[in-house]
């Protein structure tokens, strides 16, 4: 393995967290009432991530000119599951505590009998992004596991 790859990796792990970023940014900018800012943002946001996702050896070579150090004994798919799962917890540790506030939030409001219908919409634009820190922490391998001991729990 080249130590372009881990780079490229880094570089691909990037624009994942960049169309995180960038979906909670253009919804704010959205729930503002200023949706022509949110598509500027939204459509400036696509370009760079395909950029980065579609070529990401290219700028790993940018990068690094010359492969001046030895070649990392760890491969592509290590740097990969690490890459996300940290991705993951950060994205998760910033969730929690809107999706905790916003739950509460509905609730209060839902006492008061106020209206309810943005609030609904920040704890479903959560779970979303908790679902997705989930998914990035587990990965497939993830999945499979917790889907096999759910099927096998009690069995022996």
Excluded: C
Excluded at 4 to 21: K, T
Excluded at 95 to 121: C, Q, W
Excluded at 135 to 153: C, D, H, M, P
Aim: net charge positive; glycine share 6%; aromatic share 14%.
């Amino acid at each position: 393995m080249s130590p372009h790859q881990p780079i490229a990796v880094g570089v691909r792990l990037f624009a994942v967290w960049l169309v995180v970023y960038t979906a909670r940014a253009a919804m704010s900018f959205y729930a503002e009432g200023n949706w022509q800012f949110a598509l500027a943002i939204a459509i400036l946001a696509a370009i760079l991530v395909g950029v980065l996702w579609y070529f990401p050896k290219t700028i790993a070579h940018k990068i690094l000119s010359s492969p001046t150090s030895k070649a990392p004994t760890a491969s592509s798919d290590t740097y990969l599951s690490v890459g996300s799962a940290l991705i993951g917890l950060w994205l998760l540790s910033e969730t929690l505590p809107y999706l905790v506030r916003n739950v509460y939030m509905l609730f209060v409001a839902g006492k008061m009998h106020d209206d309810t219908e943005s609030i609904t919409t920040f704890v479903i634009y959560d779970l979303a992004r908790s679902a997705i820190a989930v998914w990035l922490i587990l990965g497939a391998r993830g999945f499979k596991r917790i889907y096999w001991w759910a099927q096998n729990a009690g069995r022996k």
